[in-house]
């Protein structure tokens, strides 16, 4: 099948997309795609050491803080909260989607403002889980909690959680600034002279990614 | 090499928007990790579940969740349900890797687990050894029958 083909013959003569769907927002699919597998790495290397270990330490000893009010009850409450945010801001970002195929300006405003209150929102929950761990001892190489059988665990556990957490955290930070520049820009009347508003199609498919992931890590590290 | 000429009338420049199967995607996600966290705290609080096997099978409905969490974010969030057979073809089918990638690692990761127990005694009788309860975890015994 390998043909060469002269430089001034193009394979394809245009007409319409095979997939039906602008460049940008095919190559944003394949770009997440990528970043998938980068985190799918990630949560897999966590997986192999944690199959390779004796013992592990008991998630809902590790997650029990909430703020303000100390030690729950209920573990696991203040990042259920966390997930509620991160999807209720997806629905936000959908519904400033739905409103740029409307080209409703400023619903377009208002859902994207929502989307960015729902980022900076999860970003301060992580903050302050951070400090919160690393109050009671944990950071990279240092594991204040012991296994569930009572043995002497390794520095794996804090390891993996700060370095997943935190490249989670990281897209969560550039999806927000992302936003940003797609309120700016919205804001601006770009996209009103422009006739279209895909390109926050494509902010939001990078935002659901991050929703997307953070299923995936809450899974990992908060249930398992 | 025919489907890519199918691709006009519905997918064309808009498509309507449907909020209704936004909140119904919502409320799906919300009421599969309420429902997650029910399964959590109830192992936690509950010591009669606290077996080996309860926790795999207790695990496996997670995955189970999880996935179809993720099916409704890809599919109604990032639309893609709604795209090209084609196109969801090239995103779905690479994913598929990830059956491979995950059963490998996992099973290396058990393997060395116990090639290094059979074989580096001393490692076994370190991992088995108590310590001291630190300060985090005063206030609370350990469970009796808690998985290790």
């Given at each position: 099948?390998?043909?060469?083909?002269?430089?001034?013959?193009?394979?394809?003569?245009?007409?319409?997309?095979?997939?039906n769907?602008?460049?940008?927002?095919?190559?944003?699919?394949?770009?997440?795609?990528?970043?998938?597998?980068?985190?799918?790495?990630?949560?897999i290397?966590?997986?192999?050491?944690?199959?390779?270990?004796?013992?592990?330490?008991?998630?809902?000893?590790?997650?029990?803080?909430?703020?303000?009010?100390?030690?729950?009850?209920?573990?696991?409450?203040?990042?259920?909260?966390?997930?509620?945010?991160?999807?209720m801001?997806?629905?936000?970002?959908?519904?400033?989607?739905?409103?740029?195929?409307?080209?409703?300006?400023?619903?377009?405003?208002?859902?994207?403002?929502?989307?960015?209150?729902?980022?900076?929102?999860?970003?301060?929950?992580?903050?302050?889980?951070?400090?919160?761990?690393?109050?009671?001892g944990?950071?990279?190489g240092?594991?204040?909690?012991?296994?569930?059988?009572?043995?002497?665990?390794?520095?794996?556990?804090?390891?993996?959680?700060?370095?997943?957490?935190?490249?989670?955290?990281?897209?969560?930070?550039?999806?927000?600034?992302?936003?940003?520049?797609?309120?700016?820009?919205?804001y601006?009347?770009?996209?009103?002279?422009?006739?279209?508003?895909l390109?926050?199609?494509?902010?939001?498919?990078?935002?659901?990614f991050?929703?997307?992931?953070?299923?995936?890590?809450?899974?990992?590290?908060?249930?398992? | 090499?025919?489907?890519?000429?199918?691709?006009t009338?519905?997918?064309?420049?808009?498509?309507?928007?449907?909020?209704?199967?936004?909140?119904?995607?919502f409320?799906?996600?919300?009421?599969?990790?309420?429902?997650e966290?029910?399964?959590?705290?109830?192992?936690?609080?509950?010591?009669?579940?606290?077996?080996?096997t309860?926790?795999?099978?207790?695990?496996?409905?997670?995955?189970?969740?999880?996935?179809?969490?993720?099916?409704?974010?890809?599919?109604?969030?990032?639309?893609?349900?709604?795209?090209?057979?084609?196109?969801?073809?090239?995103?779905?089918?690479?994913?598929?890797?990830f059956?491979?990638?995950?059963?490998?690692?996992?099973?290396d990761?058990?393997?060395?687990?116990?090639?290094?127990?059979?074989?580096?005694?001393?490692?076994?009788?370190?991992?088995?050894?108590?310590?001291?309860k630190?300060?985090?975890?005063?206030?609370?015994a350990?469970?009796?029958?808690s998985?290790?």
């Open positions: 099948m390998a043909q060469a083909v002269p430089a001034d013959r193009k394979l394809w003569s245009g007409g319409k997309s095979p997939f769907v602008e460049y940008g927002k095919l190559m944003m699919w394949y770009f997440l795609m990528s970043d998938a597998f980068t985190f799918g790495a990630f949560l290397s966590y997986g192999t050491i944690r199959f390779s270990s004796n013992s592990w330490p008991d998630p809902n000893e590790v997650f029990r803080a909430f703020p303000v009010v100390g030690n729950m009850p209920i573990p696991l409450a203040f990042v259920s909260l966390m997930t509620f945010i991160l999807i801001s997806s629905v936000t970002m959908v519904l400033a989607v739905g409103a740029g195929h409307a080209n409703d300006r400023k619903k377009v405003l208002f859902y994207m403002a929502l989307t960015i209150l729902g980022g900076i929102a999860f970003l301060s929950c992580q903050a302050w889980e951070w400090t919160h761990m690393h109050e009671e944990a950071w990279w240092r594991n204040p909690f012991m296994n569930i059988d009572g043995s002497q665990s390794s520095t794996n556990f804090t390891n993996f959680f700060f370095t997943i957490t935190g490249f989670h955290g990281f897209h969560v930070f550039s999806g927000v600034v992302i936003n940003i520049i797609m309120f700016i820009m919205t601006r009347g770009v996209f009103e002279r422009r006739g279209h508003y390109m926050i199609e494509k902010a939001g498919l990078y935002w659901h991050v929703d997307l992931v953070w299923v995936f890590v809450f899974t990992c590290f908060y249930l398992f | 090499m025919e489907n890519t000429h199918t691709t009338a519905e997918h064309g420049g808009e498509h309507s928007f449907d909020t209704k199967a936004i909140w119904r995607t409320r799906v996600l919300l009421y599969i990790t309420l429902f966290l029910v399964l959590a705290i109830g192992y936690y609080e509950i010591t009669a579940f606290q077996t080996h309860f926790k795999h099978i207790l695990n496996g409905v997670f995955i189970i969740l999880t996935l179809a969490k993720a099916f409704f974010i890809v599919a109604e969030f990032m639309h893609l349900g709604h795209e090209l057979k084609n196109l969801i073809m090239t995103i779905a089918v690479p994913a598929l890797l059956l491979w990638f995950l059963g490998a690692f996992l099973w990761g058990n393997s060395y687990k116990n090639l290094r127990n059979n074989y580096d005694r001393n490692h076994l009788e370190q991992s088995q050894q108590k310590v001291e630190t300060e985090h975890g005063a206030h609370e350990k469970k009796p029958g998985l290790e």
